[in-house]
């Protein structure tokens, strides 16, 4: 028996009137009569008494009609059920994260993510922007978040939040008491790099550069937590994430100088290939992204 003939019959029976059924299902009258005939067939019985003014159900007829609204009902109730599990986002996100965003960062999104999607299986790898950027455009991520730039025409790039970094000292530090630091207090300073790669380290280059600093030396480390912790121990500046420094800051291991007429701000990005835009865990964690972090520039 298929659906579109038993929802014939149904409005058959209800309506009493081969051309009325017709109308109310925007079908030809010989289609309602051709799916009439065929559930006889296939019962082998016929199921409804036709007269010139009237149109009656047989015994058979009536049998039917109460378990075809119960067959079109379990039907369509099945049709939803199986439409809202579709609708279920679950499976595998692979996130990839540059260290300043995943560390520091991704944790609280995360969080939001699996209180409204626990069936999402969520896995995060951490590197510096350009391992992210590669992983992303070779698929080994499905989605990257980075804190440096990519020119990468392959990928979507979409920013999502602005970032300001400081330039942080040892608490106990000589620049740390002044009430302005200059571009000449900074002259001839060791620093505390981010390795090359890292959306950090590139950066504070680029402060280097723009401002015509002088440099002792710069003692390059893989992690924000080594940079943090040879800052401490009095190896140098460094240009940080405020969301890297804030504990150390408030336990008053870190010192923030504060800079005369100086702002360090970039901003944070996602990025993605084209083809993963339509991929519904993909789509689902960029709304959330959206609604943890609203960006408008």
Known sequence: MYYD??????????????????QVLHISQPSVSLHIKNLERELATE????????????????ILYERAKQI??????????????QEVVKGRLKIGASFTIGEYMLPALLADVHIAYPGLELEIVIGNTEEIVQQ???????????????????????????????????HQHKLANKAKVTTSDLQSQAWISREEGSGTREYLEHVIRSNGLK????????????????????????LLSYSVIERDVQLKQLAILQMEDMHFKRTFSYVYSPIMKNKRNVATFIKMLQQKWPYDN
Not at 72 to 85: F, G, V
Not at 216 to 233: A, L, M, R
Request: hydrophobic share 40%; with cysteine.
């Open 215 to 238: 440099v002792e030396s710069i003692i390059t480390i893989g992690s924000n937590q080594g940079v943090k912790e040879s800052v401490i121990n009095g190896m140098g500046l460094s």
């Open 47 to 62: 199921l409804v008494v036709r007269s010139r003014k009237s149109l009656q159900l047989s015994p058979t007829g009536e």
């Open 72 to 85: 079109l009902k379990i039907y369509e109730q099945t049709k939803r059920d199986i439409l809202e599990q």
């Open 5 to 22: 003939a038993l929802r014939t019959f149904i409005t058959l029976a209800e309506v009493k009137n081969f051309t009325k059924t017709a």
């Open 136 to 170: 992303t455009k070779h698929f080994q991520v499905d989605i990257g978040l980075i804190e440096g730039q990519t020119s990468d025409k392959e990928l979507a790039v979409c920013p999502f939040m602005e970032d300001e970094l400081w330039i942080v000292a040892p």
